[in-house]
């Protein structure tokens, strides 16, 4: 599901209740990650609103054992990501990574996953592509996390036009044989 060939991006909606446990937080926002292959680097943008603690801390945890479920050590840099807004409530970040570098990994991540930055790219690039990655935002109230949301492809627009025409033109096909029995 690229965006073109060189680059793929994820997206995922963050909510207390997709936090392990869920919480009661009112707390919501949005992450987009964009993977570039050619240029190995990797745009994070979030915005968050309405967190009951302040941020402590965000990134990218990699890879739980099933898909969209479970909790995973943290593959990004930590305890947060660079100059992410830290001690307040709501807020945007965008950030660019260049991937090749070890200082863009967790140093736990990076050494249970081969001690190079291309091993551990590659595993987090896997974790990405399976759905076993979360952008998680950490609060002073919510030390385990107040919001997070698994990352999923987001699908090229091409993708969808197609998508959209097959299945109109499926639903011509089966309105014209209901109109002709």
């Given amino acids: 599901?690229?965006?073109?060939?060189?680059?793929?991006?994820y997206?995922?909606?963050?909510?207390?209740?997709?936090?392990?446990?869920?919480?009661?937080?009112?707390g919501?926002?949005?992450a987009k990650i964009t993977v570039d292959f050619d240029l190995v680097t990797m745009r994070v943008e979030a915005s968050f609103s309405g967190l009951?603690?302040?941020t402590s801390a965000a990134h990218i945890h990699c890879c739980t054992t099933s898909p969209n479920?479970?909790?995973?050590?943290?593959?990004?840099?930590?305890?947060?990501?660079?100059?992410?807004?830290?001690?307040?409530?709501?807020?945007?970040?965008d950030q660019t990574f260049d991937m090749t570098q070890t200082s863009s990994y967790g140093t736990a991540f990076l050494t249970a996953h081969g001690g190079t930055a291309s091993a551990a790219f590659n595993t987090l690039v896997a974790g990405l592509n399976g759905g076993r990655t979360y952008f998680n935002i950490h609060?002073?109230?919510?030390g385990g996390g107040e919001i997070r949301g698994f990352l999923a492809p987001v699908p090229a627009p091409a993708a969808v036009w197609l998508l959209g025409t097959a299945l109109a033109s499926l639903g011509w096909q089966r309105a014209s044989r209901s109109r002709r029995g």
């Fill in 11 to 26: 997206a995922a909606a963050l909510d207390g209740t997709s936090e392990l446990p869920p919480n009661a937080s009112a």
């Fill in 28 to 30: 919501f926002g949005s």
């Fill in 1 to 9: 599901m690229p965006a073109n060939a060189a680059s793929i991006v």
């Fill in 69 to 93: 479920t479970g909790t995973a050590g943290v593959a990004t840099q930590t305890p947060t990501f660079a100059g992410f807004p830290s001690g307040v409530t709501s807020g945007i970040y």
């Fill in 139 to 142: 609060t002073t109230l919510y």
């Fill in 52 to 54: 009951i603690g302040a």
